[in-house]
């Protein structure tokens, strides 16, 4: 079973305000993804890290951002929440490269934004 | 354009019975090919990853084929159970950079009745 963790499993919120999904993992993979899914569809990659200091933005333009100060955490914000970002938050690290590596997942974080 | 298609969007079947879930993609130059199990609310969890070379791969009851010349792979579920009621999604990877790139397809959303 994948060491990888997020908080909150679900959070409402109201527009405008500030929150963070924290993210860690215990594996000690450099490599931490953020994905972004939607019901009955794909999973759109929307931040990712290959190391400390280290983030990009992935394919799906997001309001989001990120930080990875230790090798463990991966938390994103979203300083003014829409309704337009209530969706599932998927973290995910990787032991190797996106292509040869396994992809452990974790249990994502439901957002709602009324 | 680089796209995964899985077939059939939903399938329902009686526990014990044998299915079939399709991917198709166009994906290249390609890597490897992986199939996720997701349950409702959860994170993904791999069951193959299969590379070009490989076509059958077997996790217990899961048996992945792939075919790299026609570009399709199969998840095939063996005597199902109730617990593998859950979204199935086929996942592949390219090598056209040093990093490469995920394509995840929409899933398959089985549910196995009593």
């Known amino acids: 079973e994948a060491d990888i963790y997020q908080t909150p499993r679900y959070l409402v919120i109201g527009t405008g305000k500030k929150i963070t999904l924290e993210c860690s993992q215990t594996?000690?993979?450099?490599?931490m993804y953020w994905y972004q899914q939607d019901p009955g569809m794909e999973l759109h990659l929307i931040h990712y890290s290959y190391g400390v200091n280290s983030t990009e933005k992935g394919d799906l333009s997001s309001e989001s951002t990120v930080s990875r100060i230790r090798t463990e955490h991966f938390p994103l914000t979203l300083e003014s929440a829409r309704p337009s970002h209530t969706s599932q938050y998927l973290c995910a690290s990787s032991d190797g490269g996106a292509v040869t590596g396994e992809l452990f997942f974790g249990e994502g974080s439901r957002l709602t934004v009324l | 354009k680089n796209q995964v298609e899985q077939s059939p969007q939903s399938l329902i079947i009686l526990e014990g019975k044998n299915c079939t879930l399709q991917?198709?993609?166009?994906?290249?130059?390609?890597?490897?090919l992986r199939w996720y199990k997701q349950d409702t609310g959860r994170g993904p969890v791999s069951l193959t990853i299969m590379t070009f070379s490989e076509n059958t791969k077997s996790n217990g009851r899961y048996t992945a084929t792939l075919d790299a010349d026609t570009k399709q792979s199969s998840l095939h579920i063996t005597a199902s159970q109730l617990s593998d009621s859950a979204s199935y999604i086929c996942v592949v990877s390219d090598r056209g950079s040093t990093l490469g790139r995920l394509y995840f397809g929409r899933g398959t959303q089985l549910t196995v009745w009593p």
């Open positions: 594996m000690g993979h450099d490599k």
């Open positions: 991917c198709n993609y166009t994906v290249s130059p390609f890597s490897n």
